[in-house]
């Protein structure tokens, strides 16, 4: 028997469109896998090069930490050759913006003098380099030039670095018996864009002129690194000198990290009170936290702070009233805005922001009045000037160091933000100054 042959049945047009819509989807979906695999791989890998770059920008200040010269211990005497370290403690902090901003203290300013332990320091001299086992050397944030829409405000640190040599035995300084004539630079970033080199500017009967530091030149706040000429020598907050960082050809030479949400330069107060919030410690700068005098109760004491962390904003009168020694009771030593000047007197040193510094015993001794009474130098004239039968006994002076207390040690926090993933990171550096 023959059976009728039947043809093979093909696909409608209605199956071949399902079908094809459901390639479209698989493909589609495979296509979003990749891209977040992809996403991912270079979110993961922005955050590798970020972690590296931190570490690299921690070990960096590390060293320069580890090679301080000075004793912080103030005053400091110029011919100690000691250099100095000066800290200037913002109006920020990391919940100045609120609980819910990524954004911390970034306002912070670290600066002081280091001695290489290893290679030397190198800078730009003229057309070419020079070498200095010692540096002057300041850490600091600016605001960055572009910012992301809806995040965070991103802050470039930056590490400038000038050498200390008294002495400078080349180029335009030796023909010029260890000097230049200022009127040569249109300014300091001029001076800066061929010299990595501390300087101070002298003027005497014979014009104005750059002469370099050394170690004791550098104790006096006015001859550091763009402070200002008129008592106490603020450094340059505003930039308006124009020569914070590098610009021209050498843009970017001094750029350590970008995209940092958080500079914050601590110092250890060991009288500083911790305190217990729902089984969680808490400390100065810390959500929760509930400012207290020092004789309140705490559950221990002793731990890492903002200068002024109690934000006082105001100093106390130098000397302090009463025979009261700093600091005085119930207060910790970095709890308030340190000392200014003498009582009843114009605060004309009054510093902006809550600074310590190493100081220098240099204004007992230069002749000049810088608290605007009359006198001059009267913790070393050898005259009895406060009338309590002591003579030139350290409450005479015109001046004090804003904190005049032995500091026992610094941390300084980094955090960056990472965009494309945005991820946090953060970096904890800690240096003692206690003998170990």
């Keep these: 028997m023959i059976r009728p042959h039947r043809g ?49 920008a921690s070990w960096r200040l590390r060293q320069d930490l580890s090679g301080i010269t000075a004793v912080p211990v103030p005053p400091v005497r110029p011919e100690s050759e000691q250099g100095y370290l000066e800290i200037i403690e913002g109006s920020m902090n990391d919940i100045s913006d609120g609980l819910t901003s990524l954004n911390g203290d970034c306002d912070d300013v670290l600066m002081f003098t280091t001695r290489s332990l290893a290679d030397p320091f190198v800078g730009r001299f003229e057309s070419g380099t020079l070498e200095s086992p010692t540096a002057e050397v300041a850490w600091f944030c600016k605001p960055s030039t572009q910012q992301i829409a809806g ?25 010029n018996g260890n000097q230049l004539d200022w009127t040569q630079f249109s300014g300091w970033p001029a001076f800066f864009s061929s010299y990595d080199l501390s300087c101070r ?58 995209n940092v949400i ?29 400012v207290t005098s020092h004789a309140d109760m705490a559950s221990a004491r002793g731990c890492y702070v903002d200068l002024d962390w109690s934000n006082s904003g105001q100093p106390f009168p130098f000397p302090l009233p009463g025979g009261l020694s700093f600091p005085i009771p119930n207060q910790t030593a970095f709890q308030g805005g340190g ?20 100081w220098s015993t240099s204004y007992e001794a230069d002749g ?21 039968g002591l003579i ?31 991820q946090v990171r953060q970096v904890t550096v800690r240096h003692t100054f206690v003998p170990h």
């Design 201 to 258: 500017l002298e003027t005497d009967g014979s014009g104005t002129f750059l002469r370099p530091n050394s170690l004791g030149d550098l104790t006096i706040r006015q001859n550091r690194f763009l402070h200002l000429s008129t008592f106490p020598h603020l450094w340059d907050l505003t930039d308006s000198l124009g020569a914070h960082v590098l610009t021209g050809d050498r843009e970017g030479e001094d750029v350590v990290l970008s």
């Design 368 to 388: 000049i009045d810088q608290d605007n009474n009359g006198l001059l130098d009267q913790g070393t004239n050898g005259f009895d000037d406060d009338g309590d």
């Design 151 to 175: 995040g965070p405000t991103l802050y470039t640190l930056y590490r400038r670095q000038l050498l200390v040599t008294a002495y400078v035995g080349a180029g335009q300084f030796q023909a």
């Design 392 to 422: 030139d006994e350290p409450d005479e002076a015109e001046t004090s160091a804003p904190y005049p207390v032995p500091l026992r040690g610094l941390e300084i926090r980094i955090r960056c933000y990472e965009p494309s993933s945005r």
């Design 262 to 290: 958080a500079f914050d330069v601590r110092v250890f107060d060991p009288a500083a009170p911790i305190q217990v919030v729902a089984d969680t410690a808490v400390t100065p700068g810390d959500p929760g936290f509930v």
């Design 8 to 56: 093979r049945r093909g696909m409608t047009l209605i199956e071949m469109l399902v079908a094809t819509t459901i390639t479209l989807i698989m493909m589609g979906l495979v296509a979003q896998l990749f891209g977040v695999f992809g996403q991912g791989i270079s979110g993961g890998r922005s955050v590798i090069e970020l972690t590296d770059q931190m570490r690299s």
């Design 339 to 358: 000392v200014t000047v003498r009582a009843g007197l114009t605060p004309l040193n009054l510093m902006r922001h809550a600074t310590y510094d190493t």
